[in-house]
């Protein structure tokens, strides 16, 4: 059966980005964005959802790393959209429970290719790791909660997928959270890739989505 791949591109006058993604992998990847925490999340996302990542990205880092969070987002979701193609045979929906330490993440409720994106993230990381980044961000970059928030957020909105983050339980590591939220996305999306062999056309009673 044909592999469904998609190529990733996008470039505006802030962000050029390229590259290309395999739904039916081995979870091999290659990340370059220029912001090596995205690039470990992203790693960690391809190897747990076995897809196959080649991604580059140059932004205006120079600025702060918003632009190039967001157009990655973007991107990706887009070629994951046109990777799935006519979305047959698929198990539409999927979740995952990852524990990384202190901390545990659950993805739930993770596809409805409906054409009706929806994000919720339901987590607050605490005060004091904001205050932490502020000052990390001041000596250069750092990645936090708001940034991945806003990753996903971006992604689920390209892709046409319905997204449902809890973080179930934390500690103060905000790294250990989002490593726990980047692999339960990737089993998630995973399972809901998925070709099943008893699932005729499309999920859906409508016969579309």
């Known amino acids: 059966m044909k592999n469904r791949t998609a190529g990733i591109l996008r470039k505006t006058k802030e962000v050029s980005v390229a590259g290309r ?3 039916d992998g081995r979870g091999r990847s290659s990340v370059a964005t220029g912001v090596r925490f995205l690039d470990h999340m ?20 120079e600025v702060d790393l918003h632009h190039t969070n967001e157009d990655l987002g973007l991107a990706l979701g887009e070629a994951f959209h046109r990777a799935l193609g006519d ?3 698929i198990r539409r929906m999927g979740s995952a429970f990852v524990p990384m330490d202190e901390s545990l993440a659950r993805v739930r409720g993770v596809v409805d290719i409906s054409g009706r994106p929806y994000f919720r993230w339901d987590w607050k990381a605490p005060s004091r790791q904001g205050l932490f980044l502020r000052r990390a961000r001041a000596a250069g970059l750092a990645y936090g909660a708001d940034d ?3 990753f996903l957020e971006s992604f689920a909105a390209r892709a ?5 983050v809890d973080v ?3 500690g103060l590591d ?25 699932v005729k056309g499309v999920p859906s009673t409508k016969g579309k989505l």
Not at 42 to 56: I, M, N, P, T, W
Not at 160 to 164: G, M
Not at 177 to 192: C, D, I, Q
């Open 21 to 23: 993604l395999n739904l």
């Open 42 to 61: 992203l790693e960690l996302f391809a190897k747990h959802g076995l897809f196959d990542l080649d991604l580059r990205a140059r932004g205006d880092l």
């Open 87 to 89: 979305k047959k045979g």
């Open 148 to 150: 991945a928030r806003h």
């Open 160 to 164: 046409q997928i319905t997204v449902h």
């Open 168 to 170: 179930l339980k934390a």
């Open 174 to 198: 905000v790294h250990h959270v989002l490593e726990a939220v980047f692999k339960a996305l990737g089993r998630a999306l995973r399972e809901a890739v998925e070709r099943d062999p008893r």
